[in-house]
């Protein structure tokens, strides 16, 4: 008999379609979820204040950085079969990155440590000796400085000996190679910004005499230990081979001599014939000239970017020529000299302008006497008018606003999408709309910091409207470095595919120029130097664009170029790529240095200017974060700051000086301005001035509210969270002291969420009266001024006060007793009791003498015997007409200055009587207030509560019974 059991089953067959179901549930779980996605994305990009991936400048905690950084060392790199001519290459390109280097060191830690010196002294000056201690800090940093000095001199005397080799004369000496008519302009421009540097450091150190001030006072101190080493701890014999470092650096640095020791420094030895090789004296004065004109054909204009600074280093270089061969070419002086009415003045670093003429005469007096009195006097009159027609150009609005004009065109472009219908087309419009941003900015920083600097230096006024406007173009400035760095994304994209569409069109040429080498089948060393150059350009080219491989491409071509394998216009479209090149391979530094404002450190006390205008004219308030932006940028230079015992000390000082600028001329008026409004507003009923718009004008404040919380330096100034604490401290101060004028505050309140939309706190204090009242202790110390002043409610046990200057009325009732009982205690309503009665006594005492007084007595009596003898006929009442001719009686005795009889004074005193008494009454009654509130949590001694009967009642446990007993 088969039995049946319910928990047996059959075997579960698997066909596979749980799996399928499985799989198409998934598959529409993901499809569900990216359809979310999507859409939460969607709402994100609607709600998202920014167009695109973009990025913010002040609250971004990354950036991306696209330079690229070269791998391979030069030797790797520059490898061709001509073994001369590699080596050659090898020594110019390692020397331009050597120079390269320096100028980046001296840039990054001796300039910025240099022009900060002295800065952040306080206000009270100096303690004494604290200026030798910074001496003392900076002495690390000028024995580096000599050293780095010592260095760019060598390297210098390097680069003129290797080409004084390379154009050598030597008829019997080994040919190295064909460099007639070999231009390496590229190493002259090296040469060119590191002797710039030179000059910048003289003129640095030349302008700071606080440097010089403190190290004179170092000097004196050297000379006191000097007299008495064993005081101050120091061996003897260290003093004086420190006192000959110090005169040594002194010489070396402190005197003006930095450069001016470079070029004269001997460049002659006895391998290496410098002044007397002619063929390097014409290639040097050629490569100057080209150089020159280039320069020239730039400077001014507006496709200009970085030349003037490189027209310090080509007055340098001509210097530098002069002092090694002793020629001086009168054209090229001539062209040099005429310079000065393109840019009369060279703004270098922080406040620091060069001017080119001074420097020439200078440097090389012999020129004297090639200009006239005429030239000389110009100078003056030239920088005068530049500085006129800049003062003019920017006090007409329209030429600043064509400015803003063609910024906001280019950001507008910058932050359109672009269009990819055609890549060439779109690569070559990306690449143009980059280069045109950084044109703008070049343009604008020029302009900004030379009219700023020049004024400083001729100690010329500046107009308020011409100020203003510069402060517009410094916040144009700082929009165009946010733009680029909100538009990271699309550069970071575009910028590798740019250069590699340029090194393509390079690469075509170069190609075409091979063809047309190896088509002439003549053979030549000269030939095989140009093909293995070209063969180096096009390997160079055919990598990253890192500034290595653009460098030796630069030292290839300057061979490659010659013997005509490029035909002219072949050779202008190369020359203009590869400047394209240069500058997109090196996009962000060159936004980064025509965009920094670290200058304006030096001018920041027109900040308060600023600040005051954009109060009085609330136009476009958001532009001040890009002024916030500019101040900025002088932070990170303060990093290099030796002199002080930490950099932070100077960031502080700066942060705390900018602060208050910022709440003095903006954030206080602002908050002064909504508090009036607010208060007018509310009090329109009385008579105001008139608030007509139509002919008062009106502010919109409401705008500089709604600025975003502006970053300053490591912190963030809400300006509309500083506007709602100061109106609320404000309105809970004065409502604290006024408790009536509540309502009015609260209605200001209101008025400033409708029309500023600031949410203000609940001030959460009583509207009318405090708890505490009037002290016992204090109304019985002045208790003839108490009953004199209150009027006493019998009913109600209140005392309230008779009239007040104020517009509140205090009010005394039996809680306030009892809470200044429970402060001082029970024991003072004896003292006031006893303290009442003795005042009551007196006053029963003038009750009973106004009573028994003669007049007052017989007109008593009199009226006595009247109503006694008349009381049926009157009702038991007194007559009316009785008691008014009684009390003109009374009148006709005499008044007070006040006008009271002495019936109106009786009825006070009576009054008077009757407060004193309601008072002990009321001291009665707070006393036993006092003690029901203390006693109120006493149990009742009689009626004690056994809690084993109530734990019983509740059916707990027999532990908790047990606990209860």
């Known amino acids: 008999m088969a039995v049946t059991d319910g928990n047996w089953e059959f075997d579960k067959f698997d066909d596979g379609s749980t799996k399928i179901v499985g799989e198409l549930q998934l598959k529409k779980y993901g499809m569900f979820m990216e359809d979310y996605a999507t859409q939460l994305r969607e709402i994100e990009d609607a709600l998202d204040d920014s167009i695109g991936d973009s990025w913010d400048f002040t609250l971004d905690p990354i950036a991306l950085q696209l330079l690229p950084y070269e791998q391979t060392s030069l030797l790797q790199l520059i490898k061709t079969d001509n073994k001369i001519f590699n080596k050659i290459i090898t020594v110019l390109a390692s020397l331009c990155s050597e120079m390269k280097a320096l100028r980046h060191e001296a840039e990054s830690k001796f300039f910025n440590a240099l022009i900060f010196y002295g800065e952040g002294e306080p206000e009270k000056g100096l303690a004494e000796g604290e200026a030798q201690v910074q001496i003392g800090r900076m002495m690390p940093l000028i024995q580096e400085l000599s050293c780095f000095v010592n260095r760019t001199n060598e390297v210098v005397k390097n680069v003129i000996q290797q080409f004084a080799c390379l154009f050598s004369v030597v008829r019997n000496g080994p040919k190295l190679l064909d460099v007639s008519d070999v231009h390496f302009q590229v ?248 280069i045109q941003g950084v044109l703008h900015a070049y343009n604008i920083s020029h302009l900004v910091r030379t009219t700023m600097n020049l004024h400083v230096a001729m100690s010329k006024p500046m107009t308020k409207s011409c100020l203003l406007s510069l402060c517009r173009l410094i916040e144009l400035l700082k929009a165009i470095e946010h733009t680029f760095h909100r538009r990271t994304m699309l550069i970071a994209e575009s910028v590798n595919h740019i250069t590699q569409h340029l090194s393509f069109i390079c690469l075509n040429s170069i190609a075409v120029a091979k063809k047309r080498i190896t088509s002439d089948k003549r053979y030549s060393e000269r030939r095989l130097d140009v093909l293995s150059a070209l063969v180096l350009a096009e390997t160079a080219l055919n990598g990253p664009g890192t500034k290595e491989r653009f460098l030796i491409t630069q030292l290839a071509l300057a061979l490659g170029t010659k013997m005509k394998t490029f035909k002219d216009d072949e050779l202008q479209n190369l020359a203009a790529t590869m400047k394209k090149m240069e500058v997109i391979c090196d996009l962000r530094e060159k936004v980064r240095q025509a965009c920094d404002c670290s200058f304006f450190y030096w001018h920041r006390v027109i900040l308060p200017n600023y600040l005051t205008d954009m109060f009085e004219n609330v136009t476009d308030p958001h532009r001040i974060h890009y002024m916030f932006g500019a101040l900025r940028d002088c932070v990170p230079r303060m990093a290099a700051v030796r002199h002080m015992a930490t950099p932070k000390e100077l960031t502080d000082a700066y942060d705390r000086e900018i602060y208050g600028y910022f709440k003095e001329n903006l954030l206080s008026p602002l908050c002064q301005a909504i508090e009036t409004d607010l208060r007018l507003q509310i009090h329109t009923h009385l008579q105001l001035d008139d608030r007509n718009p139509f002919k008062v004008g009106m502010r919109d404040l409401s705008h500089l509210l709604r600025v975003r919380p502006i970053r300053l330096f490591d912190r963030l100034i809400n300006i509309k969270a500083y506007v709602e604490h100061y109106l609320n401290k404000t309105f809970y101060n004065l409502t604290t002291v006024a408790l009536h004028d509540w309502k009015t505050y609260g209605e200001m309140k209101n008025m400033a969420q409708q029309k500023y939309c600031l949410s203000l706190l609940e001030s959460h204090l009583p509207s009318q009266t405090l708890e505490q009242g009037l002290d016992v202790l204090e109304i019985m110390r002045n208790i003839h001024v108490f009953v004199s002043r209150y009027m006493y409610n019998l009913n109600n046990q209140i005392f309230v006060e008779r009239s007040s200057n104020n517009k509140h009325l205090n009010t005394i009732n039996i809680r306030h007793i009892a809470n200044s009982i429970r402060t001082h ?76 009889s002495y019936l109106d004074q009786f009825r006070t005193l009576i009054s008077q009587i009757g407060n004193a008494m309601g008072y002990i009454r009321m001291i009665r009654s707070g006393g036993l207030h006092c003690c029901s509130n203390a006693i109120r949590f006493i149990p009742d001694i009689e009626d004690i509560v056994s809690f084993e009967e109530l734990c019983k009642e509740e059916n707990l446990s027999s532990e908790c019974q047990a606990a209860a007993k």
């Open 187 to 434: 190493v002259y421009e090296h040469l060119g910004d590191l002797l710039g540097v030179l000059i910048t450091l003289d003129e640095i150190i030349e302008n700071q005499g606080t440097l010089k001030d403190h190290w004179i006072l170092y000097k004196r101190m050297l000379k006191s230990v000097h007299h008495d080493p064993g005081k101050f701890g120091i061996a003897a014999e260290k003093i004086r081979p420190f006192e000959k470092l110090i005169m040594k650096l002194e010489g070396q640095l402190l005197d003006g001599r930095i450069f001016q020791d470079c070029v004269e420094q001997p460049f002659d030895t006895p391998t290496v014939y410098v002044s007397k090789n002619p063929n390097l004296a014409e290639e040097f004065a050629v490569s100057v000239k080209e150089y020159l004109m280039e320069l020239e054909a730039r400077i001014g204009e507006p496709n200009e970017m970085d030349q003037r600074y490189k027209f310090v280093g080509l007055c340098g270089l001509y210097i530098l020529h002069f002092q090694i061969f002793r020629v001086i070419d009168k054209k090229v002086f001539k062209s040099v000299w005429d310079m000065h009415k393109k840019i009369p003045a060279v703004h270098l670093i922080g406040n620091i302008v060069w001017f080119p003429t001074e420097f020439l005469l200078s440097k090389m007096p012999q020129v004297d006497k090639l200009l006239d009195r005429k030239a000389k006097d110009s100078v003056t009159s030239t920088r005068t008018s530049w500085l006129a027609q800049r003062q003019q150009l920017l006090t007409k609005s329209r030429d600043v606003q064509n400015f803003h004009t063609t910024v906001m065109a280019w950001m507008v472009e910058m932050e359109s999408a672009m269009t990819k219908a055609n890549l060439m087309e779109d690569l070559n419009n990306r690449c143009v709309l980059f």
């Open 825 to 900: 205690g029970t024991g003072i309503m004896n003292t006031t009791v006893n303290f009442t009665y003795q005042f009551l006594r007196k006053k029963f005492y003038i009750f009973s003498q106004f009573l028994y007084d003669e007049h007052i007595k017989s007109k008593l009596i009199k009226d006595w015997k009247f109503f006694r003898e008349n009381h049926m006929q009157t009702d038991q009442k007194y007559p009316v007409e009785r008691a008014d001719k009684f009390n003109k009686n009374i009148k006709n005795l005499g008044l007070t200055p006040d006008g009271d």
